[in-house]
Structures are given as C-alpha cells and as structure tokens.
C-alpha cells in the first residue's frame, strides 16, 4: 500500500487521518466515473466553507488543476499531476512558496486532493518504451472524483441557503420599512400611543442583528418586526374603524408603551397608578434587558396570567408585574431566580418570560430551573422573547377560532 505524507512544521511527513479517509475514498471510485474538472472547481467555491476552504486555498487548486491535460478527470486520463512548486507558484500568480505549502496541506486535509509520495518525496513521472506515462507521484485528483457527487450536493445545499438568507434579507427590509411608514402615519395623524418608543424598539430589534447574521438570528430578527408591525398595524386600524374594538382587556389596553417601576420587584405594596411611559424610559429598559413587547401583545399571547392580577386582571406593566410575582411564588421559582431574570432581562421581560412559562407550564418539568436556563441565554444574548411570544399567539389561535 502506497503511503500518503503531509508536511509538518519540522520538516517531516505524517500520515494523517484525513488523509487515510481520503486515500480509502479514492479506492471506490465506480469504473468509468468522470468528472468536468471546472464544473467541479465551481460547484467547490460555491461549498468552500463546508469543507472549510479558503480562497487562497482555491487558488491554488486553480493553478494544478491548469496541469491535468484534460477537462474531464476520470481514471483513463490519469490522475497524479506533478508539477513543481516553482510552476505551481508562477501559476498561482507568484504566490511565495511557503504559502503555496500551507495551502497545499489545507487541500489535502480538507479531502480534495491526495499526495503520493516516491521514495525520495520528488514529484515526477515514469514513461515506458511506448512514451506513455507508466507510474507518477506527485498530487492525486482522486479524492476530488471520489466525491465529485458529494460537492454538487453540498454546491447546492450553499446555493439554497444562500437563496434563504437573501429572502431572509428583503423580508426583513420591507418590514422595517412598513414599521418605518406606520410609525410616520401614527405621528402625521396624532394617533394615540408613545410612537418614539416603537422606533426604540425597532432600533433595538435591529441592533441586535450585527453585520453577519446567522440565519436563526435573520429569523427571530423578522418574527419580533412582524409582531412590531403586527400590532401597529393593529393600532392604527382602530383608530380609522374604532366601533371594531371590542371589550377584551389586552384589546382596552391597546396603548403601547414599556415602563418600568420606580419600586423593588417584590415589593407586595404597589401603587396602581401606572408611572408615565417615556422614550427615555424605554430606550433604558430595552438596553438593559430584552426588547420588550406592547403588553396589549404580551396578554394576547399569555392570556392566563390576567387572572393572578391585581382583582383578577391586567391591564398595565405594574399589574403585571404584580401578577408574575405571584405567578412566580406558585410554579416554585426561588426569588434568586426572579431577581437575577430581572437584573438580566429587566423587570418587564422577566414578567413577560414567567407569563409565557405559566402557560406552558405543562411541558416543563421545573420551572425555576427553565427560568434560570433562559436567564442565561439572555446573559449571552442568546435568547428573545420575539420567537416564544410568536409561537404561544400561534397556539392560542384555534382557541379563538373555536369562540367565534
């Protein structure tokens, strides 16, 4: 069995159990296989960061590929090519030998190519009397045949998701573009509700994205705009047909705003006058903690909490918050736990988080222990309230199907 080397920094050849992957690969290529040696270049760059290559890397694979005389590869035609490194080099626009090295091992331990080293570790060939080539050492495509269904594959796996990230992209464009026009309809006709702290929110919601996205971050970034806009929406369809609002609480209480309470989490003395929502207010609350939905929202959403409210409703923050501290008593979460969700998430979002943990209550086995987990979540800034509140306003939809 011919070995396969690897050049490490101290100058010596190592098999590596990549490269033994690839040398067994190359073994089942089914007879007759071939391949176009640019298609499969092309469908490579296209799945670069699934096998973990770089550009330089491709480049290259560019330059010896340039060797293989023919455009497609198949066993019939060879597969070692053995220039040498100055070739590669002038081939690969002048890039330094040391580098072309690097690449080359990136090559090999990503399975693309394969080396097969001669004695003395010099690529070269040997022809027979007929002047055909007998034997070569050098680099051998093999790996890149044996898998040439594999990258096609992968090529188009990158090419859907790449597919979903752009639609991903516009459809968040056009919905904080849609935020952006009601915002500016609800000022222009002096629609009631705290307008400055919907644009908090929308900034919030948008900072939160970076400049490279993942596509779950793409994805919960666009279900919290589509709540935004949802209940905008909402709010400026009954300021225009107001006979449709009808007596439901969270309907009553369709003021967005986001305040939050001058006294301590657990205080049992609360007044009910509910403190003035500012921008300035929200702006501190949604730095502080989660981005914090319209409560008229919230109670749609989580609807079993208005019954542990101040005289068996909720129709502000302050109740509330009230109502998740009893809440919270009753489902056996330590006030640690609560304190540290409020400190981490800020007061509404911890009220908001117990809500949603009340009405699934059923599927979770210890409800401190699910609330600390997401407090940590939200410590790395790796939890939103956008995705849990989309799905529970889900559920709740055929409960109000089978009302009407």
């Not at 990230?165 to 056009?174: F, S, V």
């Not at 793409?218 to 449709?244: G, M, W, Y």
């Not at 207010?281 to 959403?301: D, H, N, S, Y």
């Not at 209550?361 to 997401?374: K, M, T």
Request: charged share 25%.
């Amino acid at each position: 069995m011919e070995r396969e080397y690897v050049t490490t920094p101290f100058g010596r050849r190592s098999m590596t159990l990549g490269m033994l992957a690839s040398q067994m690969l190359a073994r089942q290529i089914e007879p007759g296989k071939t391949a176009g040696k640019w298609k499969l270049f092309q469908a490579l760059c296209d799945a670069k960061a699934s096998f973990g290559l770089s550009e330089r890397s491709l480049s290259v694979l560019n330059a010896l590929l340039t060797f293989y005389p023919h455009d497609e590869i198949c066993n019939e035609n060879g597969l070692v090519l053995f220039p040498s490194n100055a070739q590669l080099s002038r081939r690969a626009h002048g890039m330094a030998e040391a580098t072309l090295r690097r690449h080359l091992a990136a090559l090999i331990q990503a399975g693309v190519i394969a080396r097969k080293d001669s004695a003395n570790g010099k690529r070269y060939a040997r022809k027979n009397h007929g002047g055909s080539i007998s034997e070569a050492f050098g680099f051998s495509v093999a790996p890149l045949l044996a898998r040439a269904d594999e990258i096609t594959q992968r090529a188009a796996e990158a090419e859907s998701e790449r597919g979903e990230m752009r639609h991903l992209r516009e459809q968040l464009t056009i919905c904080r573009r849609d935020i952006s026009k009601l915002i500016t309809t609800a000022m222009e006709e002096d629609a009631q509700g705290d307008w400055f702290t919907v644009q908090e929110l929308l900034r919030g919601i948008n900072a939160k994205l970076g400049r490279n996205p993942s596509r779950q971050q793409l994805k919960d970034s666009l279900e919290e705009l589509c709540l935004l806009r949802e209940e905008v929406a909402s709010r400026l369809e009954n300021k225009i047909n107001p006979q449709k609002i009808s007596g439901n609480p969270a309907q009553n209480e369709r003021h967005i705003q986001n305040s939050s309470p001058k006294t301590t989490y657990e205080s049992e003395h609360r007044s009910r006058k509910e403190p003035e929502a500012t921008p300035a207010r929200e702006k501190r609350a949604t730095q502080e903690g989660l981005t914090i939905f319209p409560i008229a929202m919230v109670l749609r959403a989580c609807p079993e909490i208005s019954l542990y409210g101040p005289d068996g409703t909720v129709k502000t923050w302050r109740d509330l918050m009230a109502a998740a501290v009893t809440v919270r008593s009753m489902l056996g979460v330590s006030p640690s736990a609560y304190q540290e969700a409020c400190e981490v998430m800020g007061p509404e979002g911890a009220a908001t988080t117990i809500a949603c943990i009340l009405e699934r209550v059923g599927h979770i086995n210890s409800a401190g222990g699910y609330l600390r987990d997401l407090t940590t979540k939200a410590r790395r800034k790796e939890f939103s309230l956008g995705p849990m509140i989309m799905a529970l306003m889900r559920a709740q939809e055929p409960t109000k199907a089978e009302v009407s």
